[in-house]
């Protein structure tokens, strides 16, 4: 209760916390449109059940009386799980993901579950099949994709902590554009049983939230082995990347800022906010580099050549039979099948199969997938060189200001351009963080830390250090 207390709405109770919550989401919701179910009397009776603990002496558990939305692709018994698709439209799973499950025992409380782009394929939670997200700082503006509805609901303190899915930077490119704090953690070292699959080799839940230390807060209550996941990491091979405390420590983070992933693509201002606050940290306790990692600049087309295949292939399932929306009968399966996917589906996922499907066929596999997976090999390569010089690659999280809504979602190729500077962590499989480093014209700017396989910790101080020295904390937004 004491972290409750410290960074909430310091209610007496958190029965008070909650209602007041669920005041300001009635409040605020028809505007920004967070939420794809809001779970109020849930929340209100856990919060109840959580008080009567407290004072009795029994409650248990780090995130005790947090509200936690949820990416509505996580798996809640009971409680319907869209993907943000028609084609899910009334499914409510039989069982919690094991996120869900971490939550519970650490005393958080599910307050929602949040809009997102359909099956998480997008950058500004346009293509949900419910409508967009817009984003709190100007809600003429996306918040970012496919994690829009979280990062949006923690920006506007619609709740304490959220969820997304990181498959491309679905959770670093909301928690940019929203001005909030959010990580992809190294992949295997969250759980993925109960995640809707996209693009499997590439996606993990990753935690968002308004600080640097609350992020922390809500990565340690989900990190963890799970035996229910065949690619998470054993707990036995989890050592994480050994830095000492701050006071600790004794030579300064060393800190790589390749050059491609600035100039052509990047909007100037945001790339002088960027390299602005690395400036201001040298003078603290930054040795800040630039340099070059080739493979960077072919990191995006092999990006999105392997997450198109994983989605032709994961999304198969949804037929109508199996799994998902059933159109009536045509008297012919072919045509059943062709009907219920083409209702189902939206025009962002239908291109991404075909797409999929295409580099995956016995002509073109060779051309396009082994060349796009002999590219993530070269990547992780570099990655792992730069990584015995440097302790952290820095830049950009985005490379433009968030957009307006509607103004990039007839250009795919424009929209899909939004992901080039956070598709490498997906590649690589490397945790990478992304933390507010400056407003334009009141608008956002993420900056992107990414470090070795397991260097969350490493991540959590070097952020903290800019939270503290540049005192960049999101403003609060006053409705």
């Known amino acids: 209760m004491a972290r409750l207390m410290e960074y909430s ?7 008070e916390h909650v209602a007041k919550l669920i005041e300001r989401i009635s409040r605020l919701e028809p505007e920004i449109h967070a939420y794809i179910t809001v779970l109020e009397e849930q929340a209100l009776q856990k919060a109840k059940r959580l008080d009567d603990a407290l004072n009795k002496g029994v409650a248990k558990g780090k995130l005790t009386g947090m509200t936690v939305a949820v990416k509505d692709n996580i798996c809640t018994k009971g409680v319907r799980t869209t993907c943000g698709s028609r084609m899910l439209l009334n499914f409510n799973p039989p069982y919690d993901a094991t996120v869900i499950n971490q939550l519970e025992a650490q005393g958080a409380i599910i307050i929602g579950k949040t809009n997102m782009d359909e099956f ?3 950058n500004s939670t346009e293509t949900s099949y419910f409508g967009p997200t817009r984003n709190p700082f100007d809600p003429s503006r996306v918040p970012g ?15 304490d902590l959220a969820l997304g899915s990181d498959t491309g930077g679905s959770v670093r490119c909301p928690a940019s554009f929203c001005g909030v704090v959010g990580l992809k953690p190294t992949y295997g070292a969250v759980s993925r049983y109960g995640l809707i699959s996209y693009a499997n080799s590439l996606e993990q839940i990753g935690p968002m939230a308004r600080t640097v230390e609350m992020c922390k807060l809500l990565f340690e209550a989900i990190a963890g082995h799970d035996p229910l996941d065949g690619t998470s990491i054993p707990e036995e091979l989890r050592r994480p990347t050994e830095l000492g405390s701050r006071t600790e420590r004794r030579s300064k983070f060393k800190v790589l800022v390749p050059a491609q992933i600035l100039g052509e693509g990047t909007d100037e201002r945001v790339e002088k906010a960027v390299l602005n606050a690395l400036s201001e940290m040298e003078m603290v306790e930054f040795e800040v580099r630039s340099g070059d990692l080739p493979s960077l600049s072919a990191a995006l ?3 999105y050549v392997i997450a198109m295949s994983e989605a032709s292939s994961n999304l198969a399932r949804y037929d109508g039979v199996r799994y998902g929306h059933q159109s009536p009968w045509k008297h012919d399966w072919d045509e059943t099948y062709s009907a219920t996917r083409a209702e189902g589906f939206g025009v962002e996922v239908k291109r991404r199969i075909i797409l999929g499907t295409y580099t995956l066929s016995a002509g073109y596999y060779h051309k396009y997938y082994v060349k796009a997976q002999k590219v993530r090999t070269l990547l992780i390569t570099e990655f792992k060189e730069a990584f015995k010089r440097f302790d952290l690659i820095a830049g950009p999280t985005m490379p433009i ?15 899909y351009m939004c992901d080039v500077d956070t598709v490498p962590a997906n590649l690589t499989g490397f945790p990478a963080i992304t933390i507010p480093c400056g407003f334009i014209e009141g608008l956002p700017v993420g900056l992107q830390l990414i470090a070795p396989p397991l260097g969350e910790e490493l991540l959590f101080q070097a952020a903290r250090l800019f939270e503290e020295e540049l005192s960049l904390r999101v403003p609060r937004i006053n409705r």
């Open 9 to 15: 709405f310091k209610e007496a109770s958190i029965e």
């Open 120 to 122: 998480a394929m997008g």
């Open 145 to 159: 994709g496919s994690s829009g509805g979280s990062g949006g609901a923690v920006a506007a303190e619609m709740a």
């Open 301 to 303: 087309p092999a990006y």
């Open 401 to 415: 200001l968030p957009f307006r809504i509607g103004e990039k979602v007839k250009d795919p190729l424009e929209m």
